[in-house]
């Protein structure tokens, strides 16, 4: 049998034809088979224990230690006991704990149907509402999370830039040529007004700001580390919650209507809101738009708040003088550069700062915890080569508050110093991803970081060139009552006016 050129050419055509898929799929098969051996391999590794677990009391676990002791010091007594692996009983529930940058990359890169928010995060919906964050399937609030991100792209955050400067301007009018305030009530305000301003304009401002700003302390004060457990147990510190998510809902809904009705584009967040599409095409309803305002309000008021609160404490505690003198010296060159202007680029310059605040964010991260429940079990290796098993269904913990402050990653880690960051150095770097985890990281890394900086920055920059401070109250204690802890009692400050435009010289 003679076959001709073409023959050949179209019998090893149609050999490729069959044999090149057939080859491609079995290859496909085969390693996922062995993936998946030795996946199977690795959870039932002879190596893997369970976590070790810390001291408690039969059937209530730590919670006396806990009411002794308070949170911080439990966890980390049995951080410094058992090391970076640990499991802690509460009552009926038990927590394993991944403490640091070695065991907690499936903690932040693993797929949400493995370690999910979903079981734990629950108890936000009272605070939330309907439609939105862990009130809806993951799908739909994937969707919101980008709508969320394209609303903080840099094109917008140059906007937002300007807001925040004016209404930081326009708010400092009021304080006098010298004077002593509550640092931390005047940030949850002015936070409020900035934030409020950037999300929707003019409209609600001048009608309810206060009001709001009060129902949004009560909606943070009405989370508290017993609503983890029993988010509708009915304290008086819930009850408040509920009244003001009420009446938040309904300022809101009546803004997300007038809005609606008046047809005109204003380049806000709202409108960013307003204007998103899902996937299928869908507009984002009035439910929904109220619980993303809110939640986007919720997420950025206190942890900002209080972020610039600390700021200030910070700054201006003895120990830091130099700390102060050199973002005042930074202030002095970005003024001699641009002049009063200050915009999207120049807040870019301000490094000094940026590093002051970040390293307040390390030492006082406003999410003290994240949580994730394990929908498979999973091995976690440790630095000295301990190998754990974790089982499908506990809850898992990343403690930001210890996980920031391990001397492995930061040198001298309790103190505050910023030059950590500085270019060379780069402490948060040097210890790997998830070395620094005051945003989270990850798969749920925050999306309002650049804007919570921006913000931190346009006020604390307007500070430092235009008032002279001191802290005359003892450098302030954490309350750790509330899920997001903040700075407790007053921050009381003495101010006097300087001036350090260069037209004033
Ligand atoms: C100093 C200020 C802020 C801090 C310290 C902070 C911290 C965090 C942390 C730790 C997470 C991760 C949560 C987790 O993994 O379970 C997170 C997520 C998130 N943050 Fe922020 N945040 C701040 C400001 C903001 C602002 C201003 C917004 C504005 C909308 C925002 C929106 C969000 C959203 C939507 C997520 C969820 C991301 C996701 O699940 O994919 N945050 N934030």
């Known amino acids: 049998l003679v076959l001709s050129h ?16 057939i080859a491609v799929t079995t290859t496909i098969i085969i390693s ?39 949170p911080l010091q439990v966890i980390r007594d049995a951080h410094a006991e058992l090391g970076s692996v640990f499991t802690v009983r509460l009552l009926h529930r038990e927590v394993t704990f991944l403490v640091g940058p070695d065991v907690s990359s499936h903690f932040y890169q693993g797929l949400d149907s493995e370690v999910s928010q979903d079981e734990v995060s629950r108890f936000t919906i009272p605070t939330f509402g309907p439609g939105v964050a862990f009130d809806v399937d993951l799908a ?25 400067v004016r209404e930081v301007e326009e708010y400092f009018t009021r304080w006098g040529e010298s004077g002593m305030v509550d640092l931390k009530q005047e940030l949850e305000l002015l936070v409020t007004l900035v934030a409020s301003r950037c999300l929707f304009g003019e ?34 510190a819930h009850r408040r919650r509920d009244r003001a998510r009420a009446r938040l809902g309904e300022i809101f809904s009546d803004m997300v209507r007038s809005r609606r009705e008046a047809g ?31 939640s986007a309000l919720f997420a950025g008021q206190h942890t900002s708040s209080s972020t610039g609160t600390w700021t200030g404490a910070r700054l201006l505690a003895r120990a830091n003088a130099e700390h102060l003198r050199a973002a005042v010296r930074e202030q002095e060159r970005v ?45 976690v ?40 960051f ?11 991803a998830f070395s620094y985890t005051a945003f989270g990281g990850g798969r749920h890394a925050c999306v309002g970081e650049a804007f919570a900086y921006m913000q931190i920055k346009v006020i604390w920059s307007h500070l430092l060139r235009n008032f002279e401070m001191e802290m005359v109250s003892p450098f302030p204690e954490t309350d750790w009552n509330v899920v997001m802890p903040g700075p407790k009692g007053k921050v009381m400050l003495r101010y006097k006016r300087r001036n350090m435009s260069p037209t004033a010289k």
């Not at 073409?6 to 898929?21: C, G, I, Q, R, S």
């Not at 199977?40 to 009411?67: I, T």
């Not at 089982?391 to 950590?420: C, F, K, M, W």
């Open 140 to 164: 739909t609030r994937r969707e919101q999370i980008r709508f969320f991100g394209d609303a903080m792209k840099p094109a917008k955050l140059r906007t937002y830039a300007g807001l925040m």
């Open 335 to 379: 003024v001699g550069r641009y002049g009063d202007r200050v915009d999207y680029e120049v807040l870019q310059e301000m490094e000094t700062l940026h590093r002051c605040i970040k390293e307040v964010l390390r030492l006082h991260p406003p999410a003290m915890m994240l949580l994730r429940h394990a929908r498979r079990s999973f091995t």
């Open 422 to 432: 500085c270019p060379g150095r780069g402490e948060d770097g040097a210890g790997g």
């Open 381 to 420: 290796r440790t630095r000295e080569g301990d190998e754990y098993e974790v089982p499908a269904g506990r809850t898992i913990a990343s403690p930001l508050l210890i996980h920031n402050r391990l001397p492995q990653v930061y040198r001298d880690p309790e103190r505050y110093e910023p030059g950590r």
């Open 6 to 21: 073409t023959d050949m050419e179209l019998a090893t055509v149609n050999w490729v034809a069959y044999v090149v898929p």
């Open 264 to 294: 005109r584009p204003v380049d806000d967040m709202l409108q960013c809101l307003i204007d998103s599409r899902y996937k299928d095409g869908r507009a984002t309803t009035d439910t929904e738009l109220v619980g993303m305002l809110l």
């Open 32 to 70: 996922a088979m062995m993936a998946r051996r030795r996946r199977r391999r690795a959870e039932r590794s002879p190596c893997a224990r369970p976590p070790p677990v810390a001291a408690g009391a039969p059937l209530v676990g730590v919670l006396p230690w806990l009411l002794a002791k308070g």
């Open 203 to 236: 409209e609600v401002r001048s009608k309810m700001l206060r009001e709001a700003a009060t129902h949004l302390r009560e909606l943070n004060d009405g989370m508290r580390l017993v609503t983890i457990l029993f988010p509708h147990l009915p304290i008086p």
